[in-house]
């Protein structure tokens, strides 16, 4: 069944943040994500690609949390998340098993890393081992 008030993807993170209006101005301007629902002052749910991200007020203090989202393009993004004023703990990188990333924090101290794929590999080629793909 699906319902409108709720995102389809089958898993959704939460994240706390202090000011659920500025993370959602924050995330969708610095990130390009964008407004799924918004639910009075306590609650948001963000557009992320095919998936969502459900925001929801802090209860004080709490752990720090990171997400992985795929991107079509990283170098743009990352300009993208540059010109809007964030941080990125580096430039993106290449790594051996086929993705381009980078990470940088947001406006509520979570991790995001941001990441291309670039090459098919095979997970034996880079010291990975393989359960059911």
Not at 25 to 40: K, N, P
Not at 44 to 63: E, F, I, K, M, P
Request: glycine share 10%; hydrophobic share 40%; proline share 5%.
């Amino acid at each position: 069944m699906q319902n409108r008030s709720m995102p389809r993807a089958t898993v959704i993170p939460e994240l706390p943040y202090d000011d659920i209006g500025q993370a959602v101005d924050w995330l969708c301007e610095t990130f390009g994500f964008s407004l799924r629902l918004r639910i009075a002052d306590h609650r948001a749910q963000v557009n992320v690609g095919d998936g969502a991200v459900v925001l929801t007020r802090s209860s004080g203090a709490r752990a720090r949390q990171s997400l992985m989202v795929r991107v079509a393009d990283v170098d743009a993004h990352h300009a993208r998340v540059t010109a809007h004023g964030a941080a990125p703990r580096g430039a993106p990188v290449t790594y051996p098993y086929g993705e381009r990333q980078y990470s940088v924090e947001d406006c509520g101290g979570h991790v995001w890393t941001f990441s291309q794929s670039v090459a098919d590999v095979d997970p034996g080629a880079w010291g990975g081992t393989t359960g059911t793909l």
